[in-house]
């Protein structure tokens, strides 16, 4: 009876601890910075305003230089992962992401060199395939991967796309 009775009691402990249990895809917002990082839009370059022509007698619309369909390059807002800083810029032309490239990641140790040297370059194509930052994670690149992703929102928010 005791074994039963110490059986059962280490079964439902372990099944309690299982359903109790926070996977990765749960902790996104915990990987998220402590305090709001604003965007860096120091590099954010607009080179054609589809929406809103422009003439040399109005300087109201020369002002608003970012549109629904403007073409350029938009810098994300750097991305505080557990492994480092994750940083996406995005070049957009004709309101389609043409390029997507990381310039901050990870690489302080070897592992982070070689672990970023096989997902971004994944992550690069498949953010101008999907052309949303609604791509999958890199297997053993989770922690860059949601980095990644969240910089690109943060690009791609900056393009209004």
């Not at 297997?139 to 922690?143: D, I, L």
């Given at each position: ?7 059962f009691?280490?079964?439902l402990s372990?099944?309690l ?10 902790s996104?917002a915990?990987?998220?910075?402590a305090?709001?990082v ?7 370059t607009?080179?054609n ?5 422009t ?17 350029g ?8 992962t557990?492994?480092g800083i994750?940083q996406?810029?995005?070049?957009v ?8 490239q990381?310039i ?10 070689q672990i ?20 999958d994670?890199i ?5 860059t991967s949601?980095?990644?992703r969240?910089s690109?929102q ?8």
């Open positions: 009876m005791r074994r039963i009775s110490f059986w009691m280490s079964t372990a099944v601890l299982m359903f109790s249990y926070h996977t990765s895809t749960n996104i915990a990987a998220a910075p305090e709001p604003a965007p860096d839009t120091s590099t954010t607009v080179e305003a589809t929406d809103e022509p003439t040399s007698s109005d300087s109201t619309a020369s002002s608003k230089s970012t549109t629904k369909t403007a073409s390059t938009y810098t994300g807002s750097r991305a505080n557990r492994w994750v996406v810029q995005i070049t032309k004709n309101g389609k992401i043409t390029n997507s990381a901050q990641y990870p690489s302080s140790n070897g592992r982070d060199q970023n040297a096989y997902a971004l370059p994944i992550l690069n194509q498949e953010a101008t395939s999907a052309q949303s930052a609604n791509i994670a297997s053993g690149a989770t922690v949601n980095g990644y969240s690109l943060s690009a791609i928010d900056q393009a209004h796309l």
